[in-house]
């Protein structure tokens, strides 16, 4: 089936550094790709849609500039972080739309996520 | 806005016990319901989905059934093995979106 792998799995940072989480899919070309954070014990909640191409569509109260978006090619979108804080701590999970899916959800495969901790 | 929620965990249940995760839904429409699981250290699989009202998703075991009169999809498997713990995530799509809206999730914890 198609893979979709995050990297890095877990990044520690210091306070007001940046950080660039690369969401790739290994076996099929995605038009779409999705990143959502999850805090504990809560929802994932949708923070952008990233199609090739072009920018990035954000969620209601996700700070685009802070969450920057590159969505280069059809395999690979970046998320970075800017200038992190201790509240940016979480998981981040993207998911990538296979371009020949039927369905979005049938074809929406996910990564296994990166845990971002703000020192 | 849409909406998910699920049972909260952990559950736990011992080896071929029978698991039923609840899960009801506020949307406006009729949307399609999923069930996703994610297993230690991995990322987020679709287990089964319905696209309209009294579909029932099966896969692996489990079942689920899209009741629109009680706007839930409630999962079901009547005999759980250890390799059945993870964390399980019920998930809806609008008729004419792309965006899923998940529930907290719910994880279970089955011991042999």
């Known amino acids: 089936g198609a893979v979709v792998s995050q990297h890095p799995s877990r990044v520690i940072c210091k306070s007001g550094t940046s950080v660039k989480i690369e969401c790739r899919s290994l076996d099929f070309q995605a038009t779409t790709m999705f990143w959502y954070r999850q805090f504990p014990k809560q929802s994932l909640m949708l923070m952008a849609t990233s199609n090739e191409g072009s920018k990035a569509t954000y969620e209601q109260g996700v700070e685009k500039d802070k969450f920057l978006i590159n969505h280069a090619s059809l395999t690979l979108s970046t998320l970075t972080v800017t200038s992190a804080h201790p509240e940016d701590s979480s998981f981040y999970i993207c998911?990538?739309?296979?371009?020949?899916?039927?369905?979005?959800?049938?074809?929406?495969?996910f990564g296994p996520g990166t845990r971002l901790t703000v020192l | 806005g849409d909406s998910v929620t699920q049972m909260e965990g952990p559950v736990t249940l011992s080896e071929e016990a029978c698991l039923t995760i609840?899960?009801?839904?506020?949307?406006?429409?009729?949307?399609?319901l999923f069930w996703y699981v994610q297993y230690p250290g991995e990322g987020l699989q679709l287990l089964l989905k319905a696209t309209k009202a009294d579909d029932k998703g099966s896969n692996k075991g489990f079942e689920a059934t899209y009741r629109k009169e009680t706007t839930s999809f409630h999962l079901e498997k009547g005999s759980v093995q250890v390799s059945d713990s993870a964390v399980y995530f019920c998930?809806?799509?609008?008729?004419?979106?792309?965006?899923?809206?998940f529930g907290g999730g719910t994880r279970v914890l089955v011991k042999p």
């Open positions: 998911s990538a739309r296979q371009s020949s899916g039927g369905r979005t959800a049938d074809t929406q495969y």
């Open positions: 609840n899960c009801t839904y506020t949307a406006t429409g009729y949307p399609s």
């Open positions: 998930a809806l799509i609008e008729a004419a979106g792309n965006k899923l809206t």
